[in-house]
């Protein structure tokens, strides 16, 4: 990830020049790698990153990793944005949106936790297999629900609401072609995709497409410019606009906000449930987030000045960090005891007893 941020970085110098809609864009997903890219990196790095994300040329989305929010307390649910305000008063930059991967499904709490975190936007890019896209245990009926369907998610209360949006074409669409070089085949995705819209009654003029080339985690597209760039001389429909999420949610809303349907209620989660499967470090991270909220409220009851922040924010990353969806190795299952996949359990394991003990 790190890798990917200054190649990114690089991109969007080398397309400075472009048309609008063809310059190379980044968006961050999360703000884990931010966090690590801004302690490791030089000054002069971290000040060209900021004139980026001030630009709009790196999109910063607000959320520390991608969570099981049905595994979070109350406060953490607010804790997820945590790094994005302190970003905000310490860079003097605004962040409106967040995102999540993989995920099918979020709790109710999050809406409110979120509009009260500065957050206006969800971009949701769930699980995404070609073959049974609108059912199967990695993402049930969740596609099929809201996939390409936009709303505004209201909160139990009624008076918070956020823009979500779920990319219909998951997060992978792209892991087995990439459009830079995909030869005359791009087209027939792309125009295959605007016919399924057409059949299904799409109401809107905008589509989301999460760009995510190879497989998880995977690297930029240096051919992504150009091939934007050639596509839009070329044709005058559909045009190709290569964007932050804020971007998108902001022109999308510009256009059809007025429009948009409202729902309120739970997107209920059910990921969840593999975290039983690990219940002693659950109950660890459960205990330690307890701990925490008291700790915090007795430390500003007695306004305690020798208590620094710090300490509570490396507390908090770690419970994010357990609670984050990624539960072992690809091999878990199949392989429980191979040594990879106990390697990456001890890692997971890791964040856990770091936040039982701080």
């Given at each position: ?203 809107y003029d905008m589509i989301q497409l999460r ?148």
């Amino acid at each position: 990830q790190l890798k990917n941020l200054r190649d990114a970085m690089q991109l969007c110098r080398k397309t400075a020049a472009y048309p609008k809609e063809a310059r190379f864009k980044w968006n961050t997903e999360i703000l884990w790698a931010v966090d690590s890219f801004l302690t490791s990196s030089t000054k002069e790095e971290r000040e060209e990153f900021m004139a980026l994300v001030k630009e709009g040329s790196i999109g910063l989305n607000g959320l520390y990793a991608n969570e099981l929010t049905g595994l979070c307390r109350p406060e953490e649910l607010i804790r997820l944005t945590d790094f994005a305000r302190k970003l905000e008063r310490t860079y003097d930059i605004q962040i409106k949106d967040v995102m999540i991967t993989d995920i099918p499904g979020y709790v109710w709490g999050i809406v409110p936790a979120l509009v009260q975190g500065g957050i206006k936007y969800f971009s949701s890019g769930p699980n995404y297999v070609p073959t049974m896209p609108d059912q199967g245990d990695r993402v049930g009926w969740f596609n099929r629900a809201w996939g390409d369907k936009p709303f505004y998610w209201v909160s139990p209360s009624g008076q918070e609401k956020l823009l979500f949006w779920v990319a219909g074409k998951g997060y992978s669409w792209f892991h087995d072609w990439v459009s830079g070089k995909a030869g005359q085949n791009t087209g027939a995705h792309f125009f295959d995709y605007l016919r399924e819209l057409d059949q299904r009654g799409y109401p809107y003029d905008m589509i989301q497409l999460r760009y995510t080339i190879v497989a998880d985690n995977g690297p930029t597209d240096p051919s992504l410019p150009d091939f934007v760039k050639s596509w839009n001389e070329r044709y005058d429909s559909p045009k190709l606009v290569i964007a932050t999420a804020t971007q998108m949610f902001e022109e999308f809303e510009r256009r059809w906000g007025e429009k948009i349907p409202s729902h309120a209620g739970d997107i209920t989660p059910y990921w969840e449930d593999g975290a039983l499967s690990t219940l002693r470090e659950l109950g660890t991270v459960r205990r330690a987030s307890e701990r925490l909220v008291q700790a915090q409220a007795l430390a500003a009851i007695d306004g305690v000045p020798e208590v620094d922040q710090k300490y509570f924010d490396e507390a908090w990353k770690n419970v994010l960090l357990f609670d984050e969806h990624t539960w072992g190795a690809y091999n878990s299952v199949s392989e429980p005891d191979s040594p990879f996949a106990i390697s990456q359990w001890n890692v997971k394991r890791r964040f856990a007893l770091d936040a039982g003990e701080q």
